[in-house]
């Protein structure tokens, strides 16, 4: 005798490892074998329990507002709760549910999932993402501090020299600013490197000063390292207005390294990169970081948060995107990703507006990001037409390294016009003769190897010296092609400064 259809289908649901349920009014009226286990419950024939006594109770809003759509036909896909035991353990389940009639009611039948091992895997792909940002930012951090060290060394020579008075005070206001900026993005990489101590607490926040802070964070990395490798990028920032959001810093700052550097990757020549922030059509916060890159093929938009697919062959732990659907799934956010093959792509991410605005108004956009060049540095009026010997160029975008720099040279005699960046540097160079230029390689406008060519076009026999962080990865090769004469690793001290000056100066190879 064959099998009635209903007898299989009953066969199979109450055999199967997964649970499944009926739920009527909010309370499961069937639960079968596997799904009772699972809770550590018996629910017998005729009985009901409330899904307020499964699912816990920081969800409960949620889930009562994912029923109602869900019985609408306006909720697909898989939902994720904390669920409960009946021995009080918490533990993360996997929601498949379609509406349903039965006995003239409405309902919601469907799969329940412990996923606690799932979770447990994902995290740990989540934390070697992680971890992978923080390898890829350690160069760039790298070339940060010795910036940061190069301000704190030549600063504390100048107290030292100057024993007291207003610059000594304002020397050791340098260095604490330095420190301050060094604390700050040692503590900002730690943070997004590790989620082991469990999900960073949500609060309301300004979304635009974490772009910035993401700006800031890998700016190494789209300018200084790659000016050092002869690529260029270039970053537009295009902060709008858009509402606050229930958001973990941390979480959200790595969620956006992720894509900026996905972008990077995606233009290993060099190009645009455009990141701005705005308010949707619904109200809801979206940040969008759009690339010129190769752009992503239609079959592969649908994998793109796999935790280990790749596009390139050079990649052993897929795009990032893993780590950022995960940021976003624990916000209510969701990714959307718009591509055309060698065109570019734009990835976007809306998270919902919170209900409650931040305790502090609004910060002001960051002006030391992008300086400003509304201003030369030097104003024309200052300018000398002519000048005697020992004249120094000084071009870098550290200000307060800048400042020191100066102080030390021209306590030797030397005078010194001085740039905040390269373009502006290049200017003066049209109005006076240069006995020296030094000049920084990573500026936010046009490298030191530019400022290099428009000296050889302008003045010549003028002698060039390279400030870099970066320098051991820059060979004599790469120095003799842009005719340039030394290399000044940062940090440096005053003494090895005044001393590569001098011998440049007289001809000698330092």
Known sequence: MQPNDDAIFGFLVENSPDGHFILIDS???????SAQAMFGIELRQGQSISVYDIIDAVDHDRARKNQAMRLNGLLKGAQTYGARRRNGDIFPIEVHAAPLKLRGRKGLHGVIRDVTSRQVMEGRLEQLQREGLVTRLA??????????????????????????????????????????????????????????????????????????????????????????????????????????VDG?????????????????????????????????????CLITVRDEGEGIAPEALSRLTDAFYTTRPDRQMGLGLHLVANVLERHGGRLEVDS????????????????????????????????????????????????????????????????????????????????????????????????????????PDISGWEVAARVREVQPDTPIILMTGWAADINEARLAEHQIQALLPKPFRSDQLLAMVKQVLQGAKP
């Open 27 to 33: 309370a499961f009226v069937y639960l079968n074998a």
């Open 139 to 244: 160069a760039g951090i790298a070339h940060d501090f010795n910036n940061l060290l190069a301000v704190i060394q030549t600063n504390t020579e100048v107290a030292q020299r100057a024993g007291s008075g207003t610059e000594v005070q304002d020397a050791l206001k340098r260095i604490r600013a330095a420190v301050q900026r060094g604390s700050e993005k040692v503590r900002h990489i730690q943070r997004m490197g590790n989620r082991r101590e469990g999900p960073h607490e949500q609060r309301p926040l300004y979304i635009n000063p974490v772009v910035e802070d993401m700006l800031d964070l890998t700016r190494a990395r789209w300018r200084d390292e790659a000016e050092s490798l002869g690529i260029s990028y270039e970053m537009d920032w295009a902060p709008g207005m858009p509402p606050p």
């Open 248 to 284: 973990a810093e941390d979480d959200l700052r790595a969620a956006l390294v992720a894509l900026v550097f996905n972008a990077l990757e995606a233009m290993p020549s060099g190009g645009r990169i455009r990141v701005s922030t705005s308010q949707d059509r619904h109200g809801d």
């Open 340 to 443: 055309t093959l060698g065109k570019g792509s734009t990835l976007a991410m809306i998270f919902p507006a919170s209900a409650d605005a931040p305790n502090e108004p609004p910060p002001p956009p960051r002006a030391d990001l992008f300086p400003s060049r509304s201003k030369p540095t030097v104003p024309e009026a200052a300018r000398p037409r002519t000048r005697g010997a020992n004249t120094v160029l000084l071009i870098d975008d550290q200000a307060d390294l800048v400042q020191v720099v100066r102080t030390i040279l021209e306590s030797r005699g030397f005078s010194v016009d001085t740039a905040l960046n390269g373009r502006d540097g290049v200017d003066l160079l049209g109005f006076s003769k240069y006995s020296i230029v030094l000049t920084d390689l990573g500026m």
